[in-house]
């Protein structure tokens, strides 16, 4: 993401610019980055763009899932496995 000084924005300046802010970011400028004493504190960002990233947040959880059962099934497949005991007295922990 690249970063205009314009694009970051003293929270107490932003409050009487918000609707200003807002309107910059869906017509299609960067993101603002609010700040708070100095340090970024929070994001303006198009919903639109929250929604994607909310997708692939999604996506990238599904992927991590997919590649344990894969890890667990190649495990299973080299005899790597334990009995049912074993696993109650692991669960028990």
Known sequence: MNLR????????????RLTELA?????????KIL?????SYVAIIDARKLDYYHALETEHANLVL???AEAG?????????????????????
Do not use: C, M
């Open 73 to 93: 099934l190649r495990q299973i497949l080299a005899g790597q496995r334990i009995t049912p005991d074993n696993l109650d007295t692991l669960l028990a922990d």
């Open 23 to 31: 309107q910059d970011v869906v017509d299609g400028a960067s993101e």
């Open 5 to 16: 000084a314009s694009d970051v924005v003293p929270i107490s300046e932003a409050r009487a």
């Open 66 to 68: 997919l590649a344990e």
């Open 35 to 39: 700040t708070k004493n100095g340090a």
